[in-house]
């Protein structure tokens, strides 16, 4: 076999093994949601693949700008931890925050939902206060309510700590608990739920609202407060009906197998 020939056959096998590889090792992106994130596509990634053969790489960036990547083309799925209609809302509230125009709203938006997720008030372990109601909570993110002890809790500045602007898990606080009055002024706006966690877990008077899973997980030096029942869909959302590698996803994680690596 001469030189040539011997050179074209190592090229071409390799094309093959290349396309061959390719193939067997889809990979989507993923968009939004840190709480998504954190409760069953990264839980679930290994099984995932073992399962279908699809490699996920997810970007936590929060709901809005998961949307927005969805509506500029940066992916073709995104994940949401909130409704359809307030995922939209969300990504508009990240355009605003940047100072943009509102973005225009494709067609066909389908919403994929996978699980639930409830959202929990948490304070700093040392905090007395074990239990508010919906009024309280909103008095105190507000600032209507600026000292624990008018809660029961101890003589102590209340410490307001909100995720950022598009973040489902403050959109869905704000809607259902503060019946969408404005946070107050002084609060501290963070970047993540982990953040957030972090940041009640250095000050004994903050005062925050995240996923009860995320929190399970990473309860930092926070401890959750006993209030009535904040819940709201985890998913994915797509343009039209989701690609093939997609709607793997989605029905891996609503099997049996799959719902065994969504965290509580």
């Not at 926070?222 to 690609?243: C, F, H, M, S, Y």
Request: a positive charge; aromatic letters at 6%.
């Amino acid at each position: 076999m001469s030189k040539r020939v011997m050179k074209l056959f190592f090229v071409t096998m390799s094309l093959v093994l290349f396309f061959s590889y390719s193939a067997n090792a889809a990979e989507v992106l993923l968009w939004g949601s840190t709480t998504c994130q954190k409760r069953f596509l990264e839980p679930g990634k290994e099984a995932l693949n073992n399962a279908t053969g699809v490699n996920i790489k997810v970007f936590g960036v929060g709901t809005g700008k998961g949307m927005l990547a969805l509506f500029e083309g940066k992916t073709n799925v995104a994940i949401s931890s909130n409704t359809l209609d307030e995922s939209v809302k969300s990504a508009q509230k990240v355009r605003k925050k940047t100072g943009k125009e509102p973005v225009e709203v494709p067609e066909g938006l389908q919403y994929h939902e996978i699980t639930k997720d409830v959202i929990v008030p948490i304070v700093h372990k040392e905090n007395t206060v074990n239990k508010l109601s919906w009024e309280q909570l909103a008095d105190l993110n507000t600032g209507k309510i600026t000292n624990w002890k008018d809660v029961g809790g101890p003589d102590m500045s209340v410490q307001v700590v909100t995720s950022h602007a598009g973040s489902s898990t403050k959109a869905v606080f704000r809607k259902m608990v503060m019946k969408k009055a404005e946070y107050d002024a002084g609060a501290i706006e963070v970047k993540s739920t982990r953040l957030e966690i972090n940041k009640v877990s250095k000050n004994k008077g903050g005062v925050g609202a995240v996923s009860s899973g995320f929190h399970t997980l990473n309860p930092g030096k926070t401890k959750v407060v006993e209030t009535n029942t904040i819940q709201r869909p985890l998913g994915l959302v797509t343009i039209g009906d989701p690609a093939p590698d997609v709607q793997k996803i989605i029905d891996f994680f609503r099997s049996a197998e799959g719902k065994k690596h969504i965290l509580d």
